[in-house]
């Protein structure tokens, strides 16, 4: 569990389309959690998609005018703001919003964030690691940067 004085590290990953790097983070994700690590994760993307589908109730709420919309179920709560934020006004919300140590975010083009690149893509800003086919290495990178 994360000190409160902690701050939370926030990684991001890039790469072509195709490359892996969805089924990297779940692998990644899935080996974090099992070592008691609190994730949050980010996904960007540049396709003018949102997860709300016009009719249905919450479609409507926004419709009307709301700028937040929040869907409870039994299983879930979903928060649908209707504008665009930045991933910096994304990981301040996220770390009001519970106890993580880790983000992950996947498609970050932040030039802030430090980033670890999947593939030959032109190498970004605050590129910190190349990931080059060997997990443990980069789970054992991944943990050196949160106990720092």
């Given amino acids: 569990m994360r ?62 005018g709301a700028n937040l919309v929040v869907f409870k179920t039994p299983i879930e709560t979903d928060y649908i703001v209707k504008q665009t934020q930045t991933e910096k006004e994304i990981i301040a919300k996220i770390d009001q919003m519970g106890n993580y140590d880790i983000i992950i975010v996947e498609g970050s083009k932040e030039k802030e964030i430090p980033k670890i690149r999947i593939g030959n893509i032109k190498e970004r800003e605050n590129t910190i690691f190349t990931y080059s086919d060997d997990f443990q290495q980069l789970i054992n990178f991944i943990k050196k940067q949160m106990e720092e």
């Fill in 3 to 64: 000190d409160i004085m902690k701050k939370i590290v926030v990684i991001g990953f890039y790469g072509e389309s195709n490359t892996g790097k969805t089924t990297l983070i779940v692998d990644l994700i899935k080996q974090l959690t099992s070592d008691s690590y609190n994730v949050a994760t980010i996904k960007i993307t540049d396709k003018n998609i949102g997860i709300d589908k016009e009719g249905k109730d919450t479609w409507k709420h926004a419709e009307a």
